[in-house]
């Protein structure tokens, strides 16, 4: 069954674009841009997430990034 987004594909991808944008301006490694967009994600979670629901948040984000990982294997 599709996972069905309250958000269009559209936003999702000029927001990806925008942050992969501002990344890669600064001219650093891809250990420094996994580094802070990690810390940023942390950020976020942590400061927008009420702690009842955090565990499950940061579940849910790191399944997705390792299903994305795996979909780009193939």
């Known amino acids: 069954m ?3 987004s309250k958000y269009s594909n559209d936003e999702i991808n000029n927001l990806v674009g925008e942050l992969i944008d501002v990344v890669q301006k600064k001219n650093v490694s891809v250990d420094l841009q996994l580094i802070a967009l990690g810390n940023a994600v ?3 979670i942590d400061s ?3 702690n009842s629901r955090k565990a499950a ?3 849910s984000f790191s399944d997705a990034l390792m299903a994305s990982i795996k979909d ?3």
């Open 48 to 50: 927008k997430v009420p």
């Open 42 to 44: 942390s950020n976020i």
């Open 2 to 4: 599709p996972i069905i």
């Open 57 to 59: 948040i940061a579940k």
């Open 72 to 74: 780009a294997k193939h």
